[in-house]
């Protein structure tokens, strides 16, 4: 995000009487809120507000000794943060501040505004275990504080103009603990985000989802498939940032054998079409996380019923 400017004291303003007025507290801390940085992590009450969604849950759904819900404490929102850092870090090779390196857990200024959607399981101890999580993000939310993480990315700005009137949800951060990434821990995952959007009449999910490495010649068969096969049309179809935007179609659509390039996919973007996602115009490099990151998007008229059945009841009342 490009920095910002404070003229006179880095915490205050000018009102039109020559006041000093408090800036306010996103505008402070917007420098930091993707940093990752310590004044972030350790911010007064940045991780203390987890309980945005009254009348939901906590508990979302179960499967066995699983459970999905949302996290209400300061404490669950570190355990997933904790297992962001193991997955991310530990298995992925993304490159960790100073902050994120001393705490072992990976946080930046939004995870003190979003929702956090844990799976746990019950049934490896005395103590419950976080194995898969995700960072959702509605767009009242987002309005009054940061935006979306996605806008460091993708200018999605015109596609909510043309969709005004819809209600967004921008999902990420998604990791799953490597033994748990079978069948049930995603659909119990998706139970929960569908208990959520239901709950909160969301329209239209968005977000940005990762292919390993930052070598886009090397992912140049996703990267193509993805372009020809499932890119937006131009009501849904937001571009790369100018000065990060990596061109997607890097192969002829010809030469691409779509058997071949769904098995390449990871399987969260295979997830994502499967339920009806596309995808925007330019991938983008993420060094920090060592990905290469395309935009999805996935409006709820566009989900097939069968899978609207499938994860959660009908009457899961509305906010």
């Not at 990752?36 to 991780?47: H, K, L, Q, T, Y």
């Not at 939901?56 to 669950?76: D, F, M, N």
């Not at 995808?279 to 060094?287: K, L, S």
């Not at 999805?296 to 509305?318: C, D, M, N, T, W």
Request: glycine fraction near 8%.
């Amino acid at each position: 995000m490009a920095p910002f400017a404070v003229q006179d004291s880095p915490t205050s303003r000018l009102t039109t009487g020559g006041i000093r007025a408090p800036l306010p507290l996103s505008t402070l801390l917007q420098p930091l809120r993707k940093s990752g940085s310590a004044a972030i992590g350790f911010f007064p009450g940045a991780a203390r507000n987890p309980a945005r969604s009254p009348g939901l849950g906590p508990t979302l759904g179960r499967i066995g000794s699983l459970e999905v819900r949302l996290a209400t404490t300061a404490k669950e929102i570190r355990r997933a943060q904790r297992l962001r850092f193991e997955v991310f870090y530990g298995e992925r090779a993304a490159v960790p501040s100073a902050a994120v390196r001393l705490t072992r857990r990976d946080f930046d200024g939004f995870d003190a505004t979003c929702d956090h959607l844990l799976v746990i399981d019950h049934g490896v101890g005395a103590q419950p275990v976080v194995v898969g999580t995700y960072r959702l993000l509605r767009q009242d939310v987002a309005e009054r504080a940061f935006g979306f993480y996605t806008a460091d990315e993708y200018d999605i700005a015109p596609v909510m103009r043309t969709h005004a009137g819809l209600r967004f949800l921008e999902l990420g951060r998604s990791c799953v603990l490597k033994d748990y990434r079978n069948k049930r821990t995603v659909e119990l995952l998706w139970q929960g985000i569908w208990a959520y959007v239901l709950h909160h009449r969301i329209d239209v999910m968005l977000g940005c989802a990762s292919l390993e490495g930052t070598d886009p010649d090397r992912l140049a068969l996703p990267l193509s498939f993805l372009h020809h096969h499932a890119r937006a049309s131009e009501g849904w179809r937001a571009r790369a940032l100018s000065r990060r935007f990596v061109p997607m179609d890097r192969l002829p659509k010809e030469a691409i054998d779509p058997k071949m390039a769904l098995h390449a996919l990871p399987p969260l973007i295979k997830g994502y079409l499967r339920l009806g996602a596309t995808f925007g115009d330019g991938a983008v490099i993420d060094r920090q996380f060592n990905t290469t990151d395309v935009l999805v998007v996935l409006p709820v008229s566009a989900i097939h019923p069968r899978y609207k059945a499938h994860f959660g009841p009908a009457e899961i009342q509305a906010a």
